[in-house]
């Protein structure tokens, strides 16, 4: 009986949290970076973010200073089956694309965050994005595949916007007078 009652409260929470998972549209949470080539102490840049629990960014309209965002990866496994998760991080783990604090990182021809990171805000204006670290909660064993999507579009609510599309996938960088986006998901 008592086995019962501990598989059901296991069950009744692991369906408690796969509700929780989400995709959203985020229209201007805020999070304060330091500002490029100030150094330490340096003045602070606000950078919008998707700003619920540890989401990452899946598309964006520019444009309306909009972003699709996730809190939730997946990749399918050698079997076939898919495996889902969280990215974890906390708002301290959030890091820019620059480079000595001057230039951003730079990957498929745009500006990108760095190997095993996803895009979670962006300052389009100074070119700054906000990156968090997303291979430390992958599964282990998996591999970061990464293309260039130039107009896969969503529809999220009354929004369509520009999107990675693939379930699971996520931003990495962005060329925004291109349109394009450096896409991720894990596999």
């Avoid at 997946?74 to 301290?92: H, K, L, R």
């Avoid at 064993?141 to 969503?154: C, F, K, M, P, Y």
């Avoid at 996520?170 to 291109?178: E, L, N, Q, S, Y």
Wanted: charged share 10%; hydrophobic share 45%; with cysteine.
């Amino acid at each position: 009986m008592v086995i019962r009652v501990f598989v059901l409260i296991l069950l009744a929470l692991s369906f408690a949290q796969a509700a929780v998972a989400e995709t959203f549209v985020d229209g201007g949470s805020q999070h304060n970076m330091a500002k490029p080539g100030l150094g330490v102490g340096g003045k602070l840049i606000s950078v919008h973010v998707c700003g619920r629990g540890n989401a990452v960014m899946t598309g964006a309209h520019v444009g309306q200073n909009l972003f699709l965002c996730s809190d939730q990866l997946s990749m399918t496994s050698a079997n076939g089956s898919t495996i889902t998760w969280s990215p974890v991080y906390n708002p301290w783990d959030i890091r820019s694309n620059l480079v000595n604090g001057l230039s951003s990182y730079q990957s498929h021809g745009m500006a990108a965050c760095p190997p095993g990171h996803a895009m979670v805000g962006l300052h389009a204006g100074a070119n700054i994005l906000a990156c968090v670290d997303v291979a430390r909660s992958a599964p282990q064993g998996a591999r970061l595949q990464q293309w260039v999507d130039g107009n896969t579009q969503t529809r999220q609510g009354m929004v369509n916007m520009h999107s990675c599309g693939a379930e699971g996938s996520f931003m990495v960088g962005i060329h925004v007078g291109r349109n394009l986006f450096l896409c991720g998901r894990f596999q």
